[in-house]
């Protein structure tokens, strides 16, 4: 069975940092382009950034761009977004997303089943 977990997410405050951790599980998706997506209370669900596979190129959402950094550790099939100078906006369930084969991981395939990310003062 493949599993995307999620971790790393909680309650902080403005301006803190948080680094969300996806765990695959069931198959290696290191040739995947891999992504995060969000979905805050009472809206759609929205892309937040990607990494594709082989070239490594990564996607930004403008809403998190300069402040957010995803990457990859594929000895370990996991990806990372490592989230700073985090505002009360970024609050939402944040998704693990795989794509497929050689792919830039803006179509998710795979969804794992969310962290929450609360920021508030």
């Known amino acids: 069975q493949v599993q995307l977990v999620e971790s790393g997410g909680g309650l902080v405050h403005p301006g803190d940092s948080l680094r969300l951790s996806c765990a695959a599980s069931?198959?290696?998706?290191?040739?995947?382009?891999m992504g995060w997506f969000r979905q805050a209370p009472g809206k759609e669900r929205e892309f937040v950034s990607a990494?594709?596979?082989?070239?490594?190129?990564?996607h930004y959402a403008d809403s998190v761009k300069g402040r957010f950094t995803i990457s990859r550790d594929n000895a370990k099939n996991t990806v990372y977004l490592q989230m700073n100078s985090l505002k009360p906006e970024d609050t939402a369930v944040y998704y693990c997303?795989?794509?497929?084969?050689?792919?830039?991981?803006?179509?998710?395939?795979?969804w794992g089943q969310g962290t929450q990310v609360t920021v508030s003062s």
């Open positions: 997303t795989a794509d497929n084969y050689w792919s830039t991981g803006l179509s998710p395939v795979y």
């Open positions: 069931g198959r290696t998706f290191s040739r995947n382009g």
């Open positions: 990494i594709s596979w082989p070239d490594g190129i990564t």
